[in-house]
T-cell receptor, first 113, second 112 residues
Framework: EPEVTQTPSHQVTQMGQEVILRCVPISNHLYFYWYRQILGQKVEFLVSFYNNEISEKSEIFDDQFSVERPDGSNFTLKIRSTKLEDSAMYFC???????????FGPGTRLTVT | QKEVEQDPGPLSVPEGAIVSLNCTYSNSAFQYFMWYRQYSRKGPELLMYTYSSGNKEDGRFTAQVDKSSKYISLFIRDSQPSDSATYLCAMRQGWGERQLTFGSGTQLTVLP
């Protein structure tokens, strides 16, 4: 069964460093998303991406964040200068054309020290 | 008022019980409703999805949507210890590349 994959599973970084989280969406999906979940809190939407551009973004997705589809399979989330409060699980999701359900990856746990 | 409210539990039931999980929402623009299961420190796994009001059944799982009451439910029949997880409701507006809005999740434990 096709699935969304994410790497790395766990990333530890120091405050102020840049991190790139990687996702491989399901192969025939065209809509991509990033969500985050701070420990013990709700899953929160960050950004949606379609046709090589951002479709929607939340208030959380400020200038420190960027997304990119560098090739035909990968979808990345970059945080330019990490803060302690960026520590969370980051989930990538994808959706197929004509569908409304989103499929999530296993997540990357980001720890900022 | 929160957009999506979900009783966090924890909910503990004996094996074989019928489980009822619920969410209420305030935004009448929500049209698509999903239930996800999440094991500890893992990604949300899609269980059920429905559009508008009505029931949908898939094996031991039944999803119900009542848009007039802004209330959705997930029923699990013949619950198993492997059903122990956090259950998240999620919903979205309209068509297109819209974001999901999640409830806070209900933690379920099914005791053998």
């Amino acid at each position: 069964e096709p699935e969304v994959t994410q790497t790395p599973s766990h990333q530890v970084t120091q405050m102020g460093q840049e991190v790139i989280l990687r996702c491989v969406p399901i192969s025939n999906h065209l809509y991509f998303y990033w969500y985050r979940q701070i420990l013990g809190q709700k899953v929160e939407f960050l950004v949606s991406f379609y046709n090589n551009e951002i479709s929607e973004k939340s208030e959380i997705f400020d200038d420190q964040f960027s997304v990119e589809r560098p090739d035909g399979s990968n979808f990345t989330l970059k945080i330019r200068s990490t803060k302690l409060e960026d520590s969370a699980m980051y989930f990538c999701a994808s959706r197929g054309t004509g569908a409304y359900e989103q499929y999530f990856g296993p997540g990357t746990r980001l720890t900022v020290t | 008022q929160k957009e999506v409210e979900q009783d966090p539990g924890p909910l503990s039931v004996p094996e074989g019980a019928i489980v009822s999980l619920n969410c209420t929402y305030s935004n009448s623009a929500f049209q698509y409703f999903m239930w996800y299961r999440q094991y500890s420190r893992k990604g949300p796994e899609l269980l059920m999805y429905t559009y508008s009001s009505g029931n949908k059944e898939d094996g031991r799982f039944t999803a119900q949507v009542d848009k007039s009451s802004k209330y959705i439910s997930l029923f699990i029949r013949d619950s198993q210890p492997s059903d122990s997880a956090t259950y998240l409701c999620a919903m979205r507006q309209g068509w297109g590349e819209r974001q999901l809005t999640f409830g806070s999740g209900t933690q379920l434990t099914v005791l053998p």
